[in-house]
Nanobody, 123 residues
Framework: HLVESGGGLVQAGDSLRLSCAAS????????MAWFRQAPGKEREFVAG????????YYADSVKGRFTVSRDNGKNRLYLQMNSLRPEDAAVYYC??????????????????WGQGTQVTVSS
């Protein structure tokens, strides 16, 4: 079970920190990731992190602006978003890839999803 929080309305250039609380399973069994979906567009990969947190990976569009991390002691996933742009506006989803052995960017590999949190960026 995944629950996101931290979305909101910000201006371009501002920062937001998203959180995802996980429960019900062994958190370290999962590669974790953030995806986003804007109206009329497909869900796209944003950032992910390996099971023990040592390897983050990013979409090119957010590299250098966003930072993904996890706290395995608290069963939490985070996304620090800096220098936000209007094109970052979307519903952001936390996702889990059970026993993932690859640092996947594919929606189909992630079997568990949160309900999403809205991020709106005004120009």
């Amino acid at each position: 079970h995944l629950v996101e929080s931290g979305g909101g309305l910000v201006q371009a250039g501002d920062s937001l920190r998203l959180s995802c609380a996980a429960s019900g399973d062994i958190f370290t069994d999962y590669v974790m990731a953030w995806f986003r979906q804007a109206p009329g567009k497909e869900r796209e990969f944003v950032a992910g992190v390996s099971k023990l947190g040592e390897t983050p990976y990013y979409a090119d569009s957010v590299k250098g602006r966003f930072t993904v991390s996890r706290d395995n002691g608290k069963n939490r996933l985070y996304l620090q978003m800096n220098s936000l742009r209007p094109e970052d506006a979307a519903v952001y989803y936390c996702a889990a890839y059970y026993k993932g052995i690859l640092l996947s960017r594919q929606v189909a590999d992630f079997g568990s999803w949160g309900q999403g949190t809205q991020v709106t960026v005004s120009s």
